[in-house]
């Protein structure tokens, strides 16, 4: 089992909303978020991680802001479902090469799926669905 601290940043509410806030009724009032801590996600029905990588697709910091840009939107919107138990840990750090962000978001990946969890990337270039995939293989599925 990883230590999943040695993979993720946290996410940076303030840049998210401007610190402006959410109303109870809105979607980032009714996840558990890694701002400060990595939170429980024991029960968590679906866990949402986001990948800055971009180097795969011949880019590069690009797509740095893109899982903040689809947070921003998501956290906004009406929560409509209370039985399903959502939670948001962060991003995954990109590596210093390409395969260390490949191998980050393996075992990050692999963690989660060893924990049942459904998972919804967010962000990255199309080539992470190679290293989502090794994480399926490692786990046998």
């Not at 909303?17 to 429980?40: R, S, V």
């Not at 921003?72 to 210093?96: C, E, M, S």
Request: charged share 20%; hydrophobic share 45%; aromatic share 10%.
């Amino acid at each position: 089992m990883y230590d999943l601290h040695d993979f993720l940043e946290p996410v940076l509410l303030h840049t998210i909303n401007g610190d402006n806030g959410y109303n109870d009724g809105q979607f980032a009032k009714h996840i558990a978020l890694y701002n400060t801590e990595i939170p429980d996600i024991t029960h968590a029905d679906i866990v949402l991680v986001g990948v800055t990588e971009s180097r795969g697709a011949g880019v590069f910091n690009s797509l740095q802001s893109a899982p903040d840009a689809i947070r921003r939107q998501l956290y906004q919107l009406h929560f409509w479902h209370k039985d399903v138990t959502i939670a948001d840990i962060g991003n995954i750090k990109t590596g210093a090469t390409l395969t260390d962000s490949y191998a980050a978001v393996k075992a990050v990946l692999a963690e989660l799926l060893r924990m049942n969890k459904t998972v919804v990337i967010l962000g990255g270039s199309h080539d992470i669905t190679l290293a989502q995939y090794f994480a399926y293989v490692e786990l046998h599925r």
